[in-house]
């Protein structure tokens, strides 16, 4: 079964340095992985995806992501962290039965501070 | 770019009452996606359609149905309401057809609160 693993619940980074937000999944063949992103009482944003196509990821508003198998890991990143990317993010995979429903990490709260 | 509709966006009900939520997908896509979202939690997934035919089961509940119509919006009908039931209820679409069928976008979710 696939899961994911968030490894961090909360990360406080100060304006204009780097993001990296840390997330291990399991799955028994390849899986499709994604982030996405709550802000404070908003929907879910997708900011990207990971589909086998290319290991290093390039989403919205300059975030990343670099799948390695070997490490089985997916983490994100963002070279300098703007004051508007506080906010809830969401490792995901997709389950592999038809349906195709995502199973989410516990999610990482990003603050940033000025 | 259109995107999920949901509505409504709050709902406040009474235990044991009913609630009815409703999800308009993105035009052509073909596949609805249902979660729920407690409080300070991981979004959880509920059910799904595609093509107006069940293709997913989670963890909903025997009090909850759901059904995906001819004109591809769903509707998940809650009965018997509990405090439990309080959480943030997002639909999610996808196209099953297309060039992403495993890219769900997600609607802006309906707060559901139990009183």
């Known amino acids: 079964a696939q899961s994911v693993t968030q490894l961090d619940s909360h990360v406080s980074v100060s304006e204009g340095t780097p993001v990296l937000l840390r997330c291990n999944y399991s799955s028994s063949y390849s899986p499709s992985l994604f982030w996405y992103v709550q802000h404070p009482n908003k929907g879910l944003q997708l900011l990207l995806k990971?589909?086998?196509?290319?290991?290093l990821v390039k989403g919205i508003n300059g975030f990343e992501a670099e799948f390695k198998k070997s490490e089985t890991s997916f983490h994100l990143t963002k070279p300098s962290a703007h004051m508007s990317d506080a906010a809830e993010y969401f490792c995901v995979v997709r389950g592999n039965n038809q349906g195709g429903k995502l199973i989410f990490g516990q999610g990482t709260e990003l603050s940033v501070k000025p | 770019a259109a995107g999920v509709i949901q509505s409504p966006r709050h709902l406040i009900k009474e235990k044991r009452e009913t609630a009815t939520l409703k999800c308009y997908p993105i035009p052509r896509h073909d596949t609805v996606y249902w979660y729920q979202q407690g409080p300070g939690q991981d979004p959880q997934f509920l059910i799904s359609?595609?093509?107006?035919?069940?293709?997913d089961k989670g963890s909903i509940p025997d009090r909850f149905s759901a059904q995906q119509f001819s004109d591809y919006h769903s509707e998940l009908n809650m009965s018997s309401l509990e405090l439990g039931d309080s959480a943030l209820y997002f639909c999610?679409?996808?196209?099953?057809?297309?060039?992403?069928?495993?890219?769900?976008?997600f609607g802006p979710g309906t707060r559901l609160t139990v009183l």
């Open positions: 990971y589909t086998s196509a290319a290991t």
């Open positions: 359609f595609y093509e107006k035919m069940q293709s």
């Open positions: 999610a679409s996808s196209f099953r057809g297309g060039p992403a069928p495993d890219t769900q976008y």
